[in-house]
């Protein structure tokens, strides 16, 4: 019998009505796709057209053999009526990665497919579990966790969290789950699983490399790169829930500079509109935006305006988009979305007539008015109660596609910015996919807590976005619910949150600060409400001297993140990079999750505890440390306790 047969550089093994597809797909990476009677279809959701390279392949009866350059994958029949089971390896002939064997008496299945009773399958894909194995990345989930071994992740986009389900082994190779439907992944001790509640076909690339820079770099080439970081973000970007009107926009900027404070962009948030989906202006709070706009840009500040992708009932554009169907359905019930102040409906970003109708609405009204910088937010999207299974996309259902929302987000806005010529935008947007970083998407952490353990959460998050391919990342600095600037706790909160975000890719000051204001239409309509002040002298005498030196020290860090973002662009490497990523080979960096290296200079070590003036830090070996603040100098290989009163975050460069 013929299982296996060549059909140019792919291998293709046929039986019991399951045809699997190995292909080789760039440098040292191949993707593998199966499907159930029929044949396996090339959709693109994340994967870029891949370089053409050489492979080998052996054909036997029962086993096949392909080599992509380091890597190799072994295809066995163990059984005439059994699925085939595959192992990779890299060019030392070491197991990287292995399927289950289903060769017991419980039938186990490699790969298991599950029929929807009159539509697709549930799926679920198997892996032998390695012991000492890590896992990082996975995008963002707020845990504080940095080595995914051991646990269960969803795999779905919510307010905070962020699918991206790319993983990185600690035994030398990267995996994409290239499939956007919602499901589940568990990092098991005795197996790895991957599932997708509803789908057509199995789909998912590998690579391997020799250091996790290596394995960065092939999965960029694969997703694509992040656009070159334009200068405007490099610097403090100022921001509040909410300036709510044009005045206060314009009044905090000169304060900056009557201060003689650097900043670089201001941001304004939601409900500038009269409604959610009007995408424009409310003339009665913003009546003259670009003049506003010019006046900003000539003190040098850049402006940022936020875009919610939902379209209320009561909006302007809101019957015409439901005539031309651009926004998402629901097969059963309302055709509601998100409830928020209004009745909505989330436009539907995969239909390319949308993008074009919204990109249209939005270049008219704010591009055309020197605004060059949107704030993509609730862009998972925020689903009223994460009923995915009742709602359809253009692409298809939200159950079978739904974690891919946001990358066509973000491709909206940045396809109709470099339509208008303009270089390397950058969105800030609450949520990503695959493939999300060539479109500038500039992700932040949602709207997590005035909390320390909010707080300790985001390093974590940060590096583990940085290893899934988003190296663009970001914080609302402080959090962003909860926060009194009154209250001691929190003001020290705020102070250590922002000098971890002075090394940040980007550094951002956000929050809805307490207590409220309350804000009024002039005919007495009450309008969402704006939090308190929250600029860097809004949080007392004793925190306004230590913002300050960090301001002026992220500007002294320009020429470096410049060359961060310079390297992430050209090479994939993220800013932000676990301990184990910069130090594979020293085990004490394996778990390190309370400090992290940015770029491959510095290694910060947050201090995440009210009224902590010390901390430990961890100096790895190999490496000599200079305190910047202290200029002592250790060397690596040791763990150190560091005084940080609370005007200094420890900081250690690395000088040799």
């Given amino acids: 019998m013929q299982y296996f047969s060549r059909q140019g550089q792919e291998l293709i093994f046929r039986n ?81 990665m292995r399927e289950i064997d289903c060769a017991n008496a419980i039938q186990l299945r490699p790969r298991k497919y599950v029929p929807h009773l009159g539509g697709d399958y549930a799926l679920s894909v198997a892996f032998d579990g390695q012991d000492g194995e890590r896992f990082y990345g996975m995008g963002q989930y707020q845990e504080e966790e940095v080595d995914w071994k051991g646990c269960t992740l969803n795999l779905l986009q919510r307010n905070s969290q962020v699918s991206v389900p790319f993983v990185m082994s600690s035994r030398g190779y990267g995996m994409l789950w290239h499939n956007p439907a919602v499901g589940y992944v568990s990092f098991g001790k005795n197996r790895t699983t991957w599932h997708a509640e509803s789908t057509k076909q199995m789909d998912y690339w590998i690579t ?92 040098g500040i850049e402006v940022m305006v936020s875009v919610w992708p939902t379209v209320a009932m009561g909006s302007e554009n809101y019957r015409e988009m439901r005539q031309q169907g651009l926004m998402l359905r629901a097969d059963y019930g309302e055709q509601i979305t998100h409830a928020f102040t209004e009745y909505t409906i989330f436009i539907d970003a995969t239909n390319p007539r949308t993008r074009e109708y919204v990109w249209e609405k939005y270049k008219k009204n704010f591009y055309d008015n020197g605004i060059h910088m949107y704030w993509l937010d609730v862009a998972e999207p925020e689903i009223s109660d994460g009923a995915f299974q009742n709602y359809r996309y253009y692409i298809g259902n939200c159950q079978q596609t739904g974690n891919i929302y946001p990358q066509y987000l973000s491709r909206l806005f940045y396809e109709g910015m470099v339509a208008e010529g303009q270089d390397n935008p950058v969105n800030l947007v609450r949520c990503a996919w695959a493939g999300s970083q060539r479109y500038g998407a500039l992700v932040w952490s949602g709207d997590v807590h005035c909390k320390w353990v909010d707080f300790k959460r985001q390093i974590c998050a940060g590096v583990s976005m940085g290893v899934a391919g988003i190296p663009w990342w970001t914080t609302d600095i402080g959090g962003f619910g909860g926060g009194y600037p009154e209250d001691p706790e929190f003001r020290e909160l705020l102070v250590r949150w922002f000098q971890w975000g002075c090394y940040c890719p980007v550094m951002r000051l956000h929050g809805n600060r307490l207590p409220s204001e309350e804000v009024f239409r002039q005919d007495g309509t009450k309008m969402p409400g704006s939090g308190t002040d929250n600029e860097v002298w809004s949080f007392g005498e004793e925190a306004y001297p230590i913002l300050v030196k960090y301001l ?8 470096y993140v410049r060359s961060l973002m310079k390297t992430a662009h050209e090479e994939g490497t993220p800013l932000l990079r676990g301990m184990f990523y910069e130090f594979p080979e020293d085990t004490e960096c394996n778990a390190l999750k309370d400090q992290y290296m940015f770029g491959d200079r510095y290694l910060v070590a947050p201090v995440m505890e009210y009224l902590a003036r010390s901390r430990s830090v961890y100096l790895p070996a190999g490496a000599c440390w200079r305190n910047i603040d202290t200029q002592e100098v250790f060397e690596g290989g040791q763990r150190i306790d560091v005084p940080a009163p609370l005007e200094v975050i420890p900081v250690f460069e690395r000088i040799r």
């Avoid at 490399?209 to 992040?226: E, H, L, M, Q, W």
């Avoid at 002026?552 to 020429?559: A, G, I, M, S």
């Fill in 208 to 299: 391997v490399g020799d250091k996790p820079t290596d394995i960065s770099r092939n999965y960029a080439v694969a997703t694509g790169f992040a656009p070159m970081m334009p200068e405007h973000g490099l610097g403090f970007w100022q921001c509040k829930l909410r300036y709510w009107n044009q005045q206060q926009v314009l009044e905090v900027a000169r304060e900056y500079k009557r201060r003689n404070l650097p900043i670089d962009v201001i941001v304004i948030d939601y409900f500038h509109w009269p409604h959610m989906g009007d995408f424009r202006f409310d003339p009665e709070f913003f009546p003259d935006p670009k003049a506003m706009v010019e006046e900003l840009k000539s003190m």
């Fill in 16 to 96: 019991n009505n399951e045809t699997l597809v190995i292909t080789p797909w760039g440098k040292d990476s191949l993707r593998v796709r199966s499907v159930m009677m029929g044949e396996v279809t090339d959709n693109r959701f994340a994967l870029l057209e891949p370089e053409e390279t050489e492979v080998e392949i052996t054909i036997e009866e029962m086993k096949a053999t392909m080599i992509n350059g380091n890597i190799t994958v072994v295809a066995e029949v163990p059984h005439w009526d059994r699925p085939v089971r595959l192992s990779f390896y890299n060019r030392k002939g070491e197991l990287l």
């Fill in 552 to 559: 002026e020290r992220r500007e002294t860090l320009r020429d």
